[in-house]
Each structure stands twice: as C-alpha cells, then as structure tokens.
T-cell receptor, first 112, second 115 residues
C-alpha cells in the first residue's frame, strides 16, 4: 500500500506556465519533504515542512503543508525547462527521520 | 554540505553472480543508512534500514538472504545482491542520517544490470 499518493503522475507544460503538484495521505506525518530527481541521479532535497499549515517559498517554488499534516502541495510559478524532473514527496512519521515513505512521484516536463 | 557517495555508479553482472554496492558518508558519521530500490519511472521503495554495529531491518517482502546489508563502520554500508537475476536490475539508492540531527542525505545511486 502506497501511503503517499501524488497527482498528477505526469505533467507536460510549456515554459512560463504555472503548475501545482499534490501529495496526499490518510496518515499524519511529523514532517514532509519534497525532492527533485533527475534521471540516473539521487533525489535532491528541496524543502522540509514541519508545522501544519506551514508555507515555504524557494524562489518560484511554493510548498505548503496541510493543517492536519496529512497532505502537501508544491506550486511552481512560471515554469522553466530547468524545472524538468521527477518530483517526490516523502513523509516522516516518527519525527526522528528513521524512515521516509516516498510518494508515487510526479514527472514534470517543461518545454520551450 | 554533507556528501554521500555510492560505488559503483554502474555495474553489469551475470545472472547467478553476486554484486556489492557501497554507500559512504564522506564528511560525516552516520549510525543509520537506508537502502532504496527504484525501478524505471517509479518512486523509491525502501528496502532496508542499516544500523551500524547491528543487523539491518528489512521491509516486508524484501529477502534478507538475497540482499545482504553490512554496516561495519559509521561511514560505510554495503548492499550485496546475491545470486542476481535479471529482475534485480534496478537503480539502487542509499541515504545516510547524521549522528547528530535528523537530516538525511542521499547518494547518487547505482545502476545494476543483470544479464
């Protein structure tokens, strides 16, 4: 059973468009992380959200943790080809980073 | 920043042989390392948690006798795929948690192809 469901699974957009990726679960997480992964490489941490309702911004990326700490969203403004990649959310249920559960992944392709 | 290195980055082995993948934390000590497997176009699936000085904890459905994990020091964990089969071909990724704090750092991954 996949604890973290991401939607959409695949997204192809043109440069300059906005998009939102969702990460949903029925479980409560003490923290949630977002990663971006390029083919053949390990995932790279983008952000960690800890508090319910928390919003974090990283340049054109805005991350939000749900009030109940069961879901999260990633919004990208004015997407660029360099944003292309696999976006993964990962939840930590224990608060000690003892085990991360990864989401199903969203593959983003941004074209010129 | 903290660096986790995996070796080899790519390996091809014959069916029935064993292959070892190393995961090293280069500039920090890690009591806990994690091994993931990722099939093409899929997400990361946790295989096992490697604890320094003790036995690894395997996730449900992962054969511990097939995927041998050794964490002999605070900077090195190894994953040995024994009697490899073509269906074991995958991208294997490790991550390490610093002794102090809860931050996890990922390696670059290792491609295993069993022919």
């Amino acid at each position: 059973t996949q604890l973290l469901e991401q939607s959409p699974q695949f997204l192809s957009i043109q440069e300059g468009e906005n998009l939102t990726v969702y990460c949903n679960s029925s479980s409560v997480f003490s923290s949630l992380q977002w990663y971006r992964q390029e083919p053949g490489e390990g995932p790279v941490l983008l952000v960690t959200v800890v508090t319910g309702g928390e919003v974090k911004k990283l340049k054109r990326l805005t991350f939000q943790f749900g009030d109940a700490r069961k879901d999260s969203s990633l919004h990208i403004t004015a997407a660029q080809p360099g944003d292309t990649g696999l976006y993964l959310c990962a939840g930590d249920r224990t608060g000690t980073a003892s085990k991360l559960t990864f989401g199903t992944g969203t593959r983003l392709q941004v074209t010129l | 920043g903290a660096v986790v290195s995996q070796h080899p980055s790519r390996v091809i082995c014959k069916s029935g042989t064993s292959v070892k993948i190393e995961c090293r934390s280069l500039d920090f000590q890690a009591t806990t390392m994690f091994w993931y497997r990722q099939f093409p176009k899929q997400s990361l699936m946790l295989m096992a948690t490697s604890n320094e000085g003790s036995k690894a904890t395997y996730e449900q459905g992962v054969e511990k006798d097939k995927f041998l994990i050794n964490h002999a020091s605070l900077t090195l964990s190894t994953l040995t795929v024994t009697s490899a089969h073509p269906e074991d071909s995958s991208f294997y990724i490790c991550s390490a948690r610093k002794v102090s704090g809860n931050t996890i750092y990922f390696g670059e991954g290792s491609w295993l192809t069993v022919v």
